[in-house]
C-alpha cells in the first residue's frame, strides 16, 4: 500500500499534531474547521489523549493555558470569528511565556462573515492577536502536506520560544484533499524546567503567571522577549521563491492565493513575460531578505490576497517601498481566477501584447 | 452499469461519494430518460455537487440540493424537493448522502418510503487510502455507524480507493485486496472499483467490474 493517505487539510493538521506528541486538544466548533475537532474527537480516545469540546473558544484557549503550563503540547483551532474570542487568552500566553499551537482556517469577514474561505486575518495574526506587545509565530501553510508539515514545525518552534505558534490556513486549504506522507522524525521536546509538573518537595515551586506587581520588572520582561523576537526574525523566516532569478515584476502571496498565482505566473511565462513569485511561509517573522534582494530589480510588485490588502504593507516595508505596489484581490469567501491575476501581469507588463 | 431505480450512496466523509454520484448520475442518464440527483449533504460546507450544476443541466439530469449549498448560510437544510424521488416512481435517483452517520442522518427522512417501495440500491463506498480507513476493520466501524445513523442496511460496496490526482494503476489494483476483505466481513457484494478516466485502459482487464470516473472538480 502507498506511503501516502488522502486528507483534508484540517485532518492533516489534527494527526500531525498527534504524531508530534500532541495530546490535548481543546475546541468548539466553527465552519470551516470543524473537522479537526471531529478528526480529534475520534483519535484522541483511542490514543490516551484527552479531546475536549469547551462551552466556548475562551474557555477553550483558557484550558490550553492550563496545559501548556504544565509542560505539554497543546493545541486549539478555531475560524476567524472563534480567533477574535481566543485574544485574550493569546495575550495571557504570551505574558506568560506559555508554548502553544493555534490554528486559524480563515473565513470571510469582517463580523460573522461567511464560510467561505479568506486571508483576511493576517493583520490579526502578525500584528494584533491580543492586547500588548507581543507576536506569535505565525505559518502559512499552501498545500494539504504543507499543513502537516508546518503544524510539527509549529509545535517545535513554540517550545523553542516559548511562545504561541499559529497555523494561519484559509477555509480552502482546511477542506481540499491532496495525498500526504506523515513520515516525520520527531525530535524530542526541550526540557521545560519552568512547568508547573509538581515538586516533589525537591525544588522552589515554579509559577506560570502574566501579571507583574513591580511595572520595572513588567518593563524588562518585555525588552528580555523583545530580545528573542529580534533572534527570531533573524533566524527562522521561511519562503519559496518561484521564478525570481530573470524577473522584473514579483508577484508576492500565500497560502491558496500562491497556488492560483503560480498557475497564472506560467501562462505568463509562456508569453515571454518576465514574472516570479515570493511566498512567504512565515508571515512573522516576515522573510525580508528575499525581498530586499529585488530591490532596484523588481519595478512591479503585485500582492495577491484574499483580503483588501494586508501583506502588500509589509511587502512595501521590506522593499522599502521602491517599486511599485498592485493589489490583486478579491474578498468576502471569493478567490481570484488565475486569470484575473495574469490580467493584473499583463498590465504591470505594459498591457496586452 | 444496472441500476435500481434509487441509488443511495453513503461511506467515511472524503471517500468520493460526491465524484461517485455525479459520474453515475452520467451513466444513468444513458440508460433513462428521467434523471435525478440529489445532494443530501448537511456535513460539508465546500465542494458540493452544486459545483457540477451546469454540467448536469447541460446534459439533462435534474439537480436537488439545498438552496443553501455553496453559500454562507451554515445549517443543515435538506432540499425541499427531495420527496420528487419518493413520490415520482418514473424516475431515477441517485443520492448523495453525507459522509459518515451524522451524514447519513439525513437519510432517516425519506428512508421508511425508499424501503417500502423496495427499488433501491444502497452503496457504501470505500477508500483504503483515506487514514481512518485504512483496513477492513476500521472500515467496518464506520459501516455500523452509518447503519445506525439512517436505519438502512448497505446492499453492495463501490470500492472508490484513490490518492486523488496522485493515483497510479498500481494503487487501485492494490486496493482490491483490502476491498474483498471489507466485502467478506461486511457479507456485501462489490458492485464495482472506480477509477479515473486516465488509468481506466491499464486496469480494465485486471480487476472485476471497473467503472470509470470523470473528475469533478479540481483545484491546482
Not at chain 1, 221 to 232: A, G, L, P, Q, V
Not at chain 1, 284 to 289: A, E, R, T
Not at chain 1, 305 to 326: H, R
Not at chain 2, 210 to 216: A, E, M, R, S
Request: one cysteine or more; glycine letters at 8%; proline letters at 5%.
Amino acid at each position: 500500500m502507498a506511503d501516502k493517505v488522502l486528507m483534508k487539510g484540517n485532518e492533516a493538521i489534527a494527526e500531525a499534531a498527534i504524531i508530534a506528541g500532541c495530546r490535548h486538544y481543546f475546541g468548539y466548533p466553527i465552519t470551516p474547521q470543524t473537522e479537526i475537532a471531529a478528526y480529534m474527537a475520534k483519535r484522541m480516545p483511542k490514543i490516551g489523549g484527552c479531546f475536549l469540546q469547551a462551552e466556548s473558544e475562551v474557555a477553550a484557549i483558557n484550558m490550553v493555558y492550563g496545559v501548556a503550563s504544565t509542560g505539554y503540547r497543546v493545541m486549539t483551532s478555531s475560524s476567524s470569528p472563534g480567533i477574535s474570542l481566543k485574544g485574550e487568552g493569546l495575550s495571557y500566553l504570551a505574558g506568560a511565556d506559555l508554548p502553544s499551537l493555534v490554528i486559524n482556517v480563515q473565513r470571510g469577514g469582517p463580523g460573522l462573515g461567511g464560510i467561505q474561505p479568506s486571508q483576511s486575518d493576517y493583520y490579526q495574526a502578525t500584528k494584533a492577536g491580543g492586547h500588548g506587545d507581543f507576536r506569535m509565530l505565525v505559518l502559512a501553510p499552501a498545500s494539504v502536506q504543507e499543513m502537516a508539515d508546518l503544524t510539527v514545525k509549529g509545535f517545535e518552534l513554540a517550545d523553542k520560544y516559548r511562545m504561541t505558534s499559529m497555523i494561519l490556513a484559509d477555509g480552502t486549504m482546511g477542506q481540499m484533499m491532496e495525498p500526504v506522507s506523515l513520515d516525520y522524525e520527531i525530535a524530542k521536546a526541550p526540557e521545560k524546567p519552568w512547568a508547573t509538573t509538581g515538586t516533589k518537595m525537591e525544588r522552589e515551586h515554579n509559577i506560570v503567571n502574566s501579571l507583574f506587581l513591580q511595572p520595572d520588572e513588567l518593563e524588562k520582561s518585555n525588552n528580555e522577549r523583545f530580545e528573542r523576537y529580534k533572534y527570531i526574525e533573524e533566524n527562522e523566516a521561511m519562503y519559496e521563491e518561484y521564478m525570481m532569478d530573470d524577473a522584473e515584476i514579483c508577484i508576492t502571496a500565500f497560502g491558496i492565493a500562491s497556488r492560483v498565482a503560480k498557475n497564472a505566473i506560467v501562462e505568463a511565462r509562456k508569453k515571454g513575460i518576465k514574472v516570479g513569485m515570493i511566498r512567504p511561509i512565515t508571515l512573522w517573522p516576515f522573510p525580508n531578505k528575499p525581498f530586499e534582494k529585488t530591490i532596484g530589480k523588481i519595478k512591479t510588485y503585485i500582492s495577491v490576497e484574499l483580503s483588501m490588502g494586508q501583506m502588500i504593507d509589509d511587502v512595501k516595508l521590506a522593499t522599502k517601498c521602491s517599486g511599485e505596489y498592485v493589489l490583486c484581490n478579491r474578498v468576502g469567501g471569493m478567490i481570484p481566477s488565475p486569470e484575473e491575476v495574469l490580467a493584473a501581469i499583463e498590465k504591470a507588463n505594459g498591457g496586452n501584447k | 452499469m444496472i441500476y435500481k431505480r434509487v441509488t443511495l450512496l453513503c461511506g467515511h466523509y472524503g471517500s468520493g461519494k460526491t465524484n461517485v454520484a455525479v459520474n453515475m448520475a452520467y451513466d444513468l442518464k444513458s440508460q433513462y430518460s428521467d434523471v435525478v440527483i440529489a445532494d443530501l449533504d448537511i456535513v460539508n460546507p465546500y465542494f458540493r455537487t452544486k459545483d457540477s450544476k451546469d454540467d448536469l443541466e447541460q446534459r439533462g439530469i435534474t439537480l436537488i440540493s439545498s438552496e443553501y449549498a455553496g453559500t454562507n448560510v451554515d445549517i443543515p437544510a435538506m432540499p425541499q424537493q427531495m420527496y420528487m424521488i419518493t413520490d415520482n416512481k418514473n424516475l431515477h435517483a441517485v443520492i448523495d448522502v453525507g459522509g459518515d452517520d451524522r451524514g447519513a442522518l439525513a437519510l432517516g427522512r425519506i428512508a421508511p418510503a425508499i424501503m417500502e417501495e423496495n427499488d433501491y440500491e444502497m452503496l457504501f463506498v470505500i477508500n483504503c487510502y483515506r487514514p481512518l480507513t485504512r483496513d477492513a476493520e476500521s472500515t467496518l466501524e464506520v459501516m455500523r455507524e452509518i447503519e445506525q445513523a439512517c436505519k438502512c442496511k448497505f446492499t453492495a460496496i463501490v470500492n472508490n480507493s484513490n490518492l486523488g490526482n496522485e493515483t497510479t494503476a498500481e494503487d487501485v489494483i492494490n486496493s482490491v485486496p483490502y476491498a474483498n476483505e471489507v466485502s467478506k466481513i461486511t457479507g456485501l457484494p462489490i458492485k464495482c472499483t472506480c477509477v479515473y478516466g486516465e488509468i481506466y485502459e491499464s486496469v480494465k482487464s485486471k480487476i472485476k467490474d471497473v467503472f470509470p470516473l470523470n473528475l469533478q472538480s479540481k483545484i491546482n
